[in-house]
């Protein structure tokens, strides 16, 4: 059974520009959660869909962050316009009621 | 919060010795959860223990969780190099987020 994967697994981007990062969760997770990493800080939580309703959104930094998850299957996060403080690993994490989460192995973004 | 915090933030052995992190948390909890994340790579799930249990094992790995103290621990047996990484603790409770601490930077030595 696939795991989940995340697209780009790298991206570095100008500051200014616009860059979408990808999940495909592990099929029939209903449960989908974006994480957040920065250099040298915990692992943030951004939001959690269930199915395509965004259940929790109460870690998105701002406005510039936009999460879709279309038909409840894979979601997106788009980050436009870029800031250099963006930068860090990008995590997708899926799950099956209560049961444990399994994570992506992240989208590395450097804004430059 | 439910945020975990891990202790020691690091942490140096030799290869064969046993390593032992704990996590201390602050709200009640319905389980427990330890990752671990390589270098440069994605978060794997070693493993969870609920609130009503007090120890598992799962290979090398043994977790421990006392709901009193608010606490839990992962002893890692007979490290190996391969082991080197960062260790995180993330409490569950009644919503299905997870909240993570700093980490436990766990450096095994050959």
């Known amino acids: 059974e696939a795991g989940v994967t995340q697209f780009p697994s790298h991206s570095v981007i100008e500051k200014g520009q616009t860059v979408t990062l990808r999940c495909d969760p592990i099929?029939?997770?209903?449960?989908l959660y974006w994480y957040r990493r920065v250099m040298g800080k915990e692992i943030k939580f951004l939001l959690h869909f269930v199915k395509e309703s965004k259940q929790d959104e109460s870690g998105m930094p701002n406005n510039r962050f936009l999460a879709e998850r279309t038909g409840g299957t894979y979601s997106t996060l788009k980050v436009q316009p870029a800031e250099l403080e963006d930068s860090g690993v990008y995590f997708c994490?899926?799950?099956?009621?209560?049961?444990?989460?399994?994570f992506g192995q992240g989208t590395r973004l450097t804004v430059v | 919060s439910q945020q975990g915090e891990e202790d020691p933030q690091a942490l140096s052995i030799q290869e064969g010795e046993n390593a032992t992190m704990n996590c201390s948390y602050k709200t009640s909890i319905n389980n427990l959860q330890w990752y671990r994340q390589n270098s440069g790579r994605g978060l794997v799930h070693l493993i969870l223990?609920?609130?009503?249990?007090r120890e598992k094992h799962s290979g090398r790995l043994r977790v421990t969780l006392d709901t009193s103290k608010k606490s839990s621990s992962l002893l890692i047996t007979a490290s190996r190099a391969a082991d080197t990484a960062s260790y995180f603790c993330a409490p569950g409770g009644s919503n299905y987020k997870l909240t993570f601490g700093k980490g436990t930077l766990l450096t095994v030595n050959p």
């Open positions: 223990i609920r609130s009503n249990e």
């Open positions: 994490a899926s799950s099956q009621g209560r049961s444990e989460a399994f």
């Open positions: 099929s029939g997770h209903d449960n």
